[in-house]
DNA sequence: ATGGGTGCAAAGGATTTGCAACATT
DNA sequence: AATGTTGCAAATCCTTTGCACCCAT
């Protein structure tokens, strides 16, 4: 059952559960979308009438912060969030705006360089951009 | 001289020159310390005292969309540039916020599949986070 | 009873827009 | 003169904060 793993991925990571946190979780866990915090206020709003936007800002910060769920940006001022936490790379169509999940064939490394000199790396996004198979179809660009 | 390049990096990339566009261009290929919008303008409106924010604002968006900078958004709502514009990556450091470029050894390939369903891939960035050197000497964490 | 979680309202910032003045060709 | 560029002011939008209430332990 889909809140059971909402449920416990919280409680993995140390974020303690509640009904508005499940909620969060268990949307991003059933809607790899890569949704923003308006689309899950609007989608949870309805089931949980009392909920606010702020409680959706806030926990999905925790979620980010916990490592549950990461925060991506890859156009200016379009900020998302993806319950995926496996490696994989995002696609942002220009025109349309849309965040396409993508595959690596291989992970990035970083230089050995830069990690022996002492920084501490903890996290890789890798992100793409150019046009998506869908626009192109409709000829608008290219 | 530095005002050449500006000039012929942006006529070649289409974009006309002007006064305030040769300064930001020029402060781009002479300062490859990720500037913010507000790091720009401070640094120039006392050279160019009638330069205005939204100018700032303008023309690095136009310089993005043409390809002589990059719009750089490692993390949420610090969005800064970048006039190097040759493949590498980014380091945002947790605890600092500064932002190291990175060597990459391998350029990151898009998964071939995806690429022949039909997307149009132009432009790849690369993030790392976590905590660089001189923090982590500092013992603040870690 | 205590501590943390939630949500309202307000504050805070960053970015964009409308429009008039200006510069350059 | 015509076109495109600039810059002011205002508007807009996103996100955070302060604080009081509420729930669960």
Do not use: W
Not at 58 to 70: E, G, I, M, P
Not at 79 to 91: E, L, N, R, T, W
Not at 119 to 138: A, F, N, P, T, W
Request: charged share 20%.
């Amino acid at each position: 059952m889909k809140s059971n793993d909402a449920y416990s991925r919280l409680v993995e990571h140390g974020v303690k559960p509640s009904v508005q946190r499940l909620a969060i979780m268990d949307y991003l866990l059933t809607h790899f979308t890569h949704p923003t915090v308006d689309d899950i206020y609007k989608a949870l709003h309805p089931i949980i009438p009392t909920l606010s936007k702020t409680t959706v800002y806030n926990t999905l910060r925790l979620f980010a912060d916990h490592h549950v769920a990461q925060m991506i940006s890859v156009d200016d001022h379009h900020i998302c969030y993806d319950g995926d936490m496996s490696p994989h790379a995002h696609f942002y169509c220009n025109q349309c705006g849309r965040i396409h999940d993508l595959q690596l064939t291989t992970t990035p490394q970083a230089d050995q360089r830069f990690l022996q000199e002492g920084h501490l790396v903890d996290m890789v996004q890798v992100y793409y951009r150019g046009i998506c198979k869908e626009c192109r179809k409709q000829g608008k660009t290219n």
